[in-house]
C-alpha cells in the first residue's frame, strides 16, 4: 500500500524552483539561462572584449551593470536576477558579482590552483539550479528575457 503524496503545482508562482530542466524559473517566473545559453555568453563577452579594445568592453560594461546585465549577457538578453527576490540586480550588486567574486576571488582562487578553481566554477552551471559558484556567492540567477 502506497502512501497518496499531495499533487505538485506546475504553476511557477507557486513552485518557483521547479527541478525539471526544461522549466526551471526564477522567483519571478522568468526562464534561467540554459548552461548552453551562458557558454554562448561567455565565448561573445571574450570575442566583445577583443573586438573592443578592452577599454571600451569596461566602459560598456560599467554601463549596463546599472541594469542587471552585462555587454555579452545585453546581446542575449540575459540578466543577473536576485536569487532569492527575482529583481534585477543592481549596480552595486552586479560590482559585487562581476568586479569581487568573479574578477578578484575568482581570479586569485584559479591563481593559487592553477586553473582549477575557473573549471570548477564553469561546470557548476550544469547543476540542476544552473548556478555558478560566482552565483551562489553572490546569491545570483541568470535570466532569459
Not at 577599454?55 to 545585453?74: A, D, E, N, R
Not at 576571488?105 to 590552483?113: E, H, L, N
Amino acid at each position: 500500500m502506497s502512501i497518496p503524496q499531495p499533487p505538485q503545482s506546475n504553476n511557477p508562482a507557486q513552485n518557483p524552483t521547479q527541478t525539471s530542466s526544461s522549466n526551471l524559473v526564477s522567483a519571478q517566473g522568468e526562464p534561467i539561462a540554459t548552461p548552453g545559453v551562458r557558454l554562448g555568453s561567455y565565448l561573445l563577452e571574450l570575442l566583445l572584449v577583443v573586438v573592443t579594445l578592452v577599454i571600451g568592453w569596461i566602459i560598456w560594461s560599467l554601463i549596463v551593470w546599472g541594469k542587471g546585465t552585462t555587454p555579452g549577457h545585453q546581446v542575449l538578453r540575459l540578466y543577473i536576477v536576485d536569487a532569492k527576490s527575482g529583481r534585477t540586480a543592481t549596480w552595486g550588486h552586479m560590482a559585487l558579482r562581476e568586479f569581487v567574486m568573479k574578477g578578484l576571488v575568482g581570479g586569485i582562487a584559479s591563481s593559487i590552483t592553477f586553473g582549477v578553481y575557473f573549471v570548477v566554477d564553469s561546470l557548476f552551471v550544469v547543476r540542476d539550479d544552473r548556478k555558478t559558484l560566482h552565483d551562489l556567492m553572490s546569491s545570483t540567477s541568470v535570466v532569459q528575457r
